[in-house]
Nanobody
Framework: QVQLVESGGGLVEPGGSLRLSCEASGRIFSVYSTGWYRQAPGKQRELVASIVANGRTTYADFVRGRFTISRDNAKNRIDLQMNSLSPEDAAVYYC????????????????WGKGTSVTVSS
């Protein structure tokens, strides 16, 4: 079984920065994609940023230029550096890993973290 543990959320003032981390543990053969979603109260969960096996990254328009996703393949870890935060960025942030646990399996499974809360307020 694969488990994801997130860290780095908290309270920050507008214009400030936070760095979120997510580390996957357990049986992992290969990672197809990984990234971050967020969900604000009363809103649907939305993709923030993702990174696929070849290193290509994708960002939502509302974070492009402010957030940076990075990956440490050896540690099965991803980070999300968030700069110039605004109250609109306040949400629970969830990481995910789309991965294969065992060689010979062709259909990846999706695993989610439990979420880490980001509050942006003065």
């Amino acid at each position: 079984q694969v488990q994801l543990v997130e860290s780095g959320g908290g309270l920050v003032e507008p214009g400030g920065s936070l760095r979120l981390s997510c580390e996957a543990s357990g049986r992992i053969f290969s990672v197809y994609s990984t990234g971050w979603y967020r969900q604000a109260p009363g809103k649907q969960r939305e993709l923030v940023a993702s990174i696929v096996a070849n290193g290509r990254t994708t960002y939502a328009d509302f974070v492009r230029g402010r957030f940076t996703i990075s990956r440490d393949n050896a540690k099965n870890r991803i980070d999300l550096q968030m700069n110039s935060l605004s109250p609109e960025d306040a949400a629970v942030y969830y990481c995910y890993f789309e991965l294969i646990e065992t060689a010979g399996v062709w259909s990846p499974d999706m695993y989610w973290g439990k979420g880490t809360s980001v509050t942006v307020s003065s």
